[in-house]
T-cell receptor
Framework: DAGVTQSPTHLIKTRGQQVTLRCSPK?????VSWYQQALGQGPQFIFQ???????QRGNFPDRFSGHQFPNYSSELNVNALLLGDSALYLC????????????????FGAGSRLTVL | GQQLNQSPQSMFIQEGEDVSMNCTSS?????WLWYKQDPGEGPVLLIA?????ELTSNGRLTAQFGITRKDSFLNISASIPSDVGIYFC???????????FGTGTRLKVLA
């Protein structure tokens, strides 16, 4: 049973560039969230996608955008990269939002480490 | 960004000792989760709590959902070297999908 898979694992960009990160949710999950984890900090919620729509967004600028595909996979796009965007970007999946209780638990991928120079 | 207060921030303990850590919030939560994160990896779920006062165990780990719904506690009994890592709490309130994570407790076990 494949867990959450993310790609790429590491990447280096320069300021002003754009980046796309990809995520495949755990089998049976259809809801995907993205979190940013700066060095030495806890993960910060970016946004969540369900049924190909953004359902909730954290306190991140419009430079951060996303997409969910019909197969439930997701992409995170960041435009006009800043040095402060350097972080580990985590994708987490869960069963559909219609479920409660144990379905609220997030399963995380190993993350994509972005370095902006 | 918003983060929950976790304490202690870090701790060194001897193998075999028990460990306690806690997490506090200014908001009421409906769900508390505890995760462990190893270097270069994503967080891995340890325990999930859904009800105020709930006490749940997972092997040597025990966690509790505080009765005020603003705090949670994690205990590790008889620590072993593989318990080394960063432990995060995460809470979710009503009417929201997002989890707010704590600042993390860094645990180091001395053999």
């Amino acid at each position: 049973d494949a867990g959450v898979t993310q790609s790429p694992t590491h990447l280096i960009k320069t300021r002003g560039q754009q980046v796309t990160l990809r995520c495949s949710p755990k089998s049976g999950h259809d809801t995907v969230s993205w979190y940013q984890q700066a060095l030495g900090q806890g993960p910060q919620f970016i946004f969540q996608y369900y049924e190909e729509e953004e359902r909730q967004r954290g306190n991140f600028p419009d430079r951060f955008s996303g997409h969910q595909f019909p197969n439930y996979s997701s992409e995170l796009n960041v435009n006009a990269l800043l040095l402060g965007d350097s972080a580990l970007y985590l994708c987490a999946s869960r069963p559909g939002l219609a479920y409660s209780g144990g379905a609220n638990v997030l399963t995380f991928g190993a993350g994509s480490r972005l370095t902006v120079l | 960004g918003q983060q929950l207060n976790q304490s202690p921030q870090s701790m060194f303990i001897q193998e075999g000792e028990d460990v306690s850590m806690n997490c506090t919030s200014s908001s009421i939560f409906n769900t508390w989760l505890w995760y462990k994160q190893d270097p270069g990896e994503g967080p891995v779920l340890l325990i999930a709590l859904y009800k105020a006062g709930e006490l749940t165990s997972n092997g040597r780990l025990t966690a509790q959902f505080g009765i005020t719904r603003k705090d949670s506690f994690l205990n590790i009994s008889a620590s072993i070297p593989s318990d080394v890592g960063i432990y995060f709490c995460a809470g979710r309130g009503g009417g929201t999908y997002k989890y707010i994570f704590g600042t993390g407790t860094r645990l180091k076990v001395l053999a």
